[in-house]
């Protein structure tokens, strides 16, 4: 059973309503002039601008990438992608999880164009990593979206809880208290993630 829990703070929210509805590429182009902002949309258009993360966040989230990475090049049967990748979900939603992996074939039909920007689909694996800023209720909704949206597995990793949040969809969330690692199960076959290296920032 998944517990919600009122903590931290939310992102900053520009509630556009319907006076100003930014079609895809105004969004992009929104983003591209404030780079400094990471800004993701809500599925009603509303724009939500995260605060920069800490050392600690920022030195586990690099652990998290490269590990993730080096088994994507290892395994060769998709792409990874770090916390700067934005995706287009189904829902009209535009959200960067902070770890990524799409399957190759879902890339492919791609054009080059497409590829340098927010991609429109929603990814087969999210990883969101939960800083001291983080609502986790927040972040919960947030798995829960990925899955509506078509991902087959989702991690949501908690340092100061020491627990992770492993969904799929079909199935109750599974609440992993303390462990040492975490499997990708049958979407990630063969990668499980160490973290041991997660719950501390290593300085």
């Known amino acids: 059973m998944e517990t919600k829990v009122r903590t931290g703070y939310s992102p900053m929210v520009l509630h556009m309503g319907p006076i100003v ?6 969004f992009f182009q929104f983003c591209r002039l404030n780079d400094e902002w990471r800004i993701e949309r809500t599925a009603e258009g509303d724009l939500e601008i995260m605060p920069p993360t800490g050392g600690g966040t920022g030195s586990r989230n690099l652990k998290l990438v490269a590990r993730l990475g080096l088994w994507t090049e290892q395994d ?8 700067s990748t934005g995706f287009i979900l189904p829902n009209g939603a535009t959200r960067s ?14 054009s080059s164009e497409q590829k340098e920007r ?3 689909l929603c990814p087969d694996f999210a990883v969101e990593l939960r800083s001291p800023s983080d609502r986790l209720e927040g972040l919960q ?4 979206e990925y899955l ?10 908690d340092p100061e809880g020491r627990g992770v949040y492993v969904y799929e969809p079909g199935k109750e969330v599974r609440v992993l208290h303390n462990p040492n690692e975490v499997s990708g ?3 990630l076959s063969g990668f499980s993630l160490d973290l041991r290296q997660i719950w501390a920032p290593g300085f």
Not at 21 to 26: I, L, P, T, V
Not at 148 to 157: K, S, T, V
């Open 141 to 144: 909704d947030k798995m829960r």
């Open 76 to 83: 060769g049967t998709g792409v990874a992608f770090d916390s």
């Open 148 to 157: 509506e949206n078509g991902a087959r597995l989702g991690w949501l990793i």
């Open 97 to 110: 999880p902070d770890a990524s992996w799409v399957r190759r074939e879902r890339l492919v039909d791609l």
């Open 185 to 187: 199960g049958t979407v």
């Open 118 to 120: 927010f991609l429109p």
């Open 21 to 26: 509805k930014m079609s895809e590429e105004q």
